[in-house]
Structure formats: C-alpha cells, structure tokens
T-cell receptor
Framework: GAGVSQSPRYKVAKRGQDVALRCDPI?????LFWYQQALGQGPEFLTY????????KSGLPSDRFFAERPEGSVSTLKIQRTQQEDSAVYLC??????????????????FGPGTRLTVL | KNEVEQSPQNLTAQEGEFITINCSYS?????LHWLQQHPGGGIVSLFM???GKKKHGRLIATINIQEKHSSLHITASHPRDSAVYIC?????????????FGKGTKLSVIP
C-alpha cells in the first residue's frame, strides 16, 4: 500500500514569499504530525492533528506558520512571509490510532520523504 | 522537556564490523524509538521499545529503563547500512504523542 507522501519534494522561495507544503497520510490514519528538521539536527515537533482537530500547535515557531487538515486526511502546512531561518526539511508523519493523553506514545509513526525548503 | 543525547555523532566502520550506537535521555518515557534516515530525508522506523530487547535481522535494540539508556547494535555491518540513525522518545504522561529526537548518528560503512 501507499505510504505517506509529501509535495513538493523541493521548494525554493524568495524571502517574503508564502509557501504551502502538502502531506498525504496513509489512508485511514487518525494522527498526523508535522516536524521541522534543520540541517545537521534531529527533527523538532511542530504540530499534531487527530482527524481534523489540531490538538497541539505548541511547536510552531511563529504566527507565520499555520497548519490545517480540514477533512481529516490531507494536511497543509503554510508558511507566510518566509524568512531564511525557515529553511529546513519539513517532515510529515502519520499513525493509525489516536494518541492523546496518557500512554498514547507507543504507536509507530510513518514518515513521509519530506519537503526541503530553501529560502533565498 | 526530555533531553536526548546520542553518541557517537559520526561513526565510520569497515564492512563486517559490529556497531553500537548509544542513546540516553533525561526523564521518564513511555517508549523509545530508533529511526533510520537515508540521504534525501526519508525516515524509517526500525524499533519501538519500552523495555528489554528487540531483534530484527542484523539489528538489535536494547533499553535499560533504570539507567535511561538504549543501544542500537548492527552485526556484520554492510555499506547499505550507511545512514543517519536517530533515537527519539515519547514522554510518559500528558502530551505523550510528541517525539523528542536526538541529533542523530551518521554511520558510514566502508567496503
């Protein structure tokens, strides 16, 4: 079956431009995560969706970052007025069950290939 | 916030060598994950464990909850094992879905 897909795979933006990054999770997966990975670093949590509900957006670095998952499947991460420090790989992951609350952290996450964003 | 430390940061090995990558974390967890990341970004989950030991092919992962430490071993290493290996943890308690990642260990296996 198909895995998690992301598009575009590479995006070059001029400083100040708005970008939209798409994630198609595995069909039927309830949970969806966005991560940001700077060069040479491990990924960092951005936001978490359970179906269409955005339950945690504590990792979004500024109000220029916005994520949505309106129908509980495809998700879009939007970055407004991009800055050079936004350059990173943006990873999406999905998992089959809901993961809110105690003891929920034992589910495998399936990662997409990432979108490499370069802001000039 | 949990602090996840990996060692070494970089590792070069000859084909056939036994490899160990270490991971330590600072506070209690519900699970620890070992992930593999190849050039180009794709991440694959290798293991998820909360106690003891797991084995899959030439890969072995162990965890010591009391010492807050885990190791990933690769037996009979092969050039195709060359990748970045990342340790990540999910904390126990509320918000336990969040993965906190280490910076990764870059492994190069030379023929």
């Amino acid at each position: 079956g198909a895995g998690v897909s992301q598009s575009p795979r590479y995006k070059v933006a001029k400083r100040g431009q708005d970008v939209a990054l798409r994630c198609d999770p595995i069909s039927g997966h309830v949970s969806l995560f966005w991560y940001q990975q700077a060069l040479g670093q491990g990924p960092e949590f951005l936001t978490y969706f359970q179906n269409e509900a955005q339950l945690d957006k504590s990792g979004l670095p500024s109000d220029r970052f916005f994520a949505e998952r309106p129908e509980g499947s495809v998700s879009t991460l939007k970055i407004q007025r991009t800055q050079q420090e936004d350059s990173a790989v943006y990873l999406c992951a999905s998992s089959p069950s809901w993961l809110a609350g105690y003891g929920g952290g034992t589910d495998t996450q399936y990662f997409g290939p990432g979108t490499r964003l370069t802001v000039l | 916030k949990n602090e996840v430390e990996q060692s070494p940061q970089n590792l070069t090995a000859q084909e056939g060598e036994f490899i160990t990558i270490n991971c330590s974390y600072s506070v209690g967890i519900s699970a620890l994950h070992w992930l593999q990341q190849h050039p180009g970004g794709g991440i694959v989950s290798l293991f998820m464990l909360s106690s003891g030991k797991k084995k899959h092919g030439r890969l072995i992962a162990t965890i010591n909850i009391q010492e807050k430490h885990s190791s990933l071993h690769i037996t009979a290493s092969h050039p195709r094992d060359s990748a970045v290996y990342i340790c990540a943890v999910t904390n126990s308690g509320a918000g336990s879905y969040q993965l906190t990642f280490g910076k990764g260990t870059k492994l190069s296996v030379i023929p």
